[in-house]
């Protein structure tokens, strides 16, 4: 397992990686010089892994960063193919309170500047692409891709750190909202399941999921009985073409930061409340998804009875934390 601790997981040219409790140094990089590029060193140990592993069950995380916080590539081909291709507009530079360029006065946890973030972004994105394409592919090598699953989805919406521009980009598909927001555009994303000879080619779905489903989904997948307590289904009708297919009654989300923010999806209606602990009656917004999936027309006075069920879910599901405190 390589781990990248929080303070240094915002550079692409960390000083090192931990290697489960082995501290792995790379070459080069000191903070003055950008030599190694980390996800490089994760891709290389992913496709080792898999190699080794090929005559038995596995189970590979691999936790890519690309693209998210720093934006900052190699200025390999990839970047060179994207130099000057986009108007670079938003140039991402000092004065900024977030920017700390390499160099022997650098501060880890912020990010470096970057004068063409659209092309570099472009670059990175392309850097996971080819990363996909090589794990793919030696599936294929070992002969083992027939019996793998294997799932790419992402945590969140866009993101804006680093110089991202998720609007040039339209990397919400023109759904309101980013990363950190309970707005479709920031819970959304991208899930693609490829399993040969199980789940049917080309085929879609629109059972609404969400990362507390893989735990169940995994556990029916090989047999284990006995999880433990858990608000996730199974997917593995859905993977396997079947109709019985369980369904959530509901979901809930909350956010402690930037005011406090909850949502609760019920059926195709969802229901968002911002500001909880800077109003004292914070406004309810009630969005019919089917016809509204950008999520731009109120319906919160046309449905009382909706609005009233989810505010029940919501006080039902919430959670008090002394770390994570949010009122209301």
Do not use: C
């Amino acid at each position: 397992m390589w781990l990248q601790l929080p303070g240094k997981a915002h550079r692409y040219f960390p000083p090192y990686l931990w290697r489960n409790k082995e501290q792995v140094f790379l070459k080069g990089n000191i903070y003055t010089n950008k030599v190694t590029y980390a996800t490089d060193e994760i891709q290389k140990a992913t496709l080792d892994f898999i190699t080794k592993n090929k005559k038995k069950p596995f189970f590979a995380y691999v936790p890519f960063v690309l693209p998210y916080a720093e934006i900052i590539s190699p200025e390999d081909a990839i970047y060179n193919a994207f130099k000057g291709k986009f108007k670079e507009d938003k140039p991402f530079v000092l004065p900024n309170d977030y920017l700390s360029d390499y160099g022997p006065n650098m501060v880890e946890y912020k990010y470096a500047s970057q004068l063409a973030p659209h092309a570099v972004y472009s670059t990175m994105v392309t850097h996971l692409d080819n990363y996909v394409g090589e794990i793919m592919a030696k599936l294929d090598e070992l002969g083992i891709a027939g019996n793998t699953l294997v799932i790419f989805t992402s945590n969140n919406g866009p993101a804006v750190e680093g110089g991202a521009d998720p609007e040039f980009f339209n990397a919400a598909l023109g759904m309101r909202g980013v990363k950190r927001d309970l707005y479709e555009g920031g819970i959304r994303t991208p899930f693609i399941a490829v399993w040969p000879h199980k789940i049917k080619e080309g085929t879609t779905s629109d059972v609404v999921s969400a990362f507390w489903d893989m735990k169940s989904t995994f556990a029916e997948m090989t047999n284990v009985k006995e999880i433990g307590n858990t608000d996730g289904i199974s997917l593995m009708p859905t993977f396997l073409g079947q109709k019985n297919q369980k369904q959530h009654p509901y979901m809930y989300w909350e956010f402690p930061q930037a005011g406090g923010r909850k949502a609760v999806r019920l059926g195709n209606w969802k229901g968002v409340i911002y500001n909880i602990d800077k109003k004292d009656k914070p406004e309810f917004e009630l969005y019919d998804l089917e016809k509204d999936p950008s999520e731009r027309k109120n319906l919160d006075s046309q449905n009382p009875k909706i609005v009233a069920e989810m505010k029940a879910i919501m006080k039902k599901e919430h959670v008090d934390s002394a770390l994570f405190s949010m009122g209301k």
